[in-house]
T-cell receptor
Framework: SQQGEEDPQALSIQEGENATMNCSYK?????LQWYRQNSGRGLVHLIL?????REKHSGRLRVTLDTSKKSSSLLITASRAADTASYFC???????????FGKGNQVVVIP | DTAVSQTPKYLVTQMGNDKSIKCEQN?????MYWYKQDSKKFLKIMFS???????INETVPNRFSPKSPDKAHLNLHINSLELGDSAVYFC????????????FGSGTRLTVV
């Protein structure tokens, strides 16, 4: 099954800076979703962007989707220590009824 | 009120034992899932139920058997536990199958010794 794949990196930034992470996938999708996972916790849904959308915002989060390049990015603006977490992208293909997750990006925000 | 709750949170057991993990959601969602997260944090779907009906059964050993008595509950029973079953198991739900975000439980960390 097709999977979202983040650029496998750990990102360490200062509080107040912006954090950007990318995700690529291999086949056509119905939607792409971003999740956050704090250490030892479950995943929290952040944003869902559909294949016919190019950009979506939610608070300090901005997600872009480029279906021609099969890639997405998540931008967190004005980061806070509480944003320290792993971030996962996940894709859903038509009729597949499941999310395929990427490997996750560890983000550390230093106060 | 916890939206998706799993019990137990931690489970330590010996090889060969049988164990169950319970999951309940109070969101009124139609679809529930079991995911397995390995030590490298990779998440893989195991099962999905829609209104008590099994709709996804990934390549999972027969030792794993899900049961959904009603659409608010999805339990996972594991027979003859093996060392390789050690992982974090997450239950999740979505309003319907397809095109909705998932709500995850806090996970059950299973350690087989």
């Amino acid at each position: 099954s097709q999977q979202g794949e983040e650029d496998p990196q750990a990102l360490s930034i200062q509080e107040g800076e912006n954090a950007t992470m990318n995700c690529s996938y291999k086949t056509s999708i119905n939607n792409l979703q971003w999740y956050r996972q704090n250490s030892g916790r479950g995943l929290v849904h952040l944003i869902l962007i559909r294949s016919n959308e190019r950009e979506k915002h939610s608070g300090r989060l901005r997600v872009t989707l480029d279906t021609s390049k099969k890639s997405s990015s998540l931008l967190i603006t004005a980061s806070r220590a509480a944003d320290t977490a792993s971030y996962f992208c996940a894709t859903e293909t038509y009729g597949n009824n499941r999310l395929a997750f990427g490997k996750g990006n560890q983000v550390v925000v230093i106060p | 009120d916890t939206a998706v709750s799993q019990t137990p949170k931690y489970l330590v057991t010996q090889m060969g034992n049988d164990k169950s993990i319970k999951c309940e959601q109070n969101l009124g969602h139609d679809t529930m899932y079991w995911y397995k997260q390995d030590s490298k944090k990779f998440l893989k779907i195991m099962f999905s139920y829609n209104n008590k009906e099994l709709i996804i059964n990934e390549t999972v050993p027969n030792r794993f058997s899900p049961k959904s008595p009603d659409k608010a509950h999805l339990n996972l029973h594991i027979n003859s536990l093996e060392l390789g079953d050690s992982a974090v198991y997450f239950c999740a739900s979505s309003l319907r199958a397809g095109d909705y975000g998932y709500t995850f439980g806090s996970g059950t960390r299973l350690t087989v010794v």
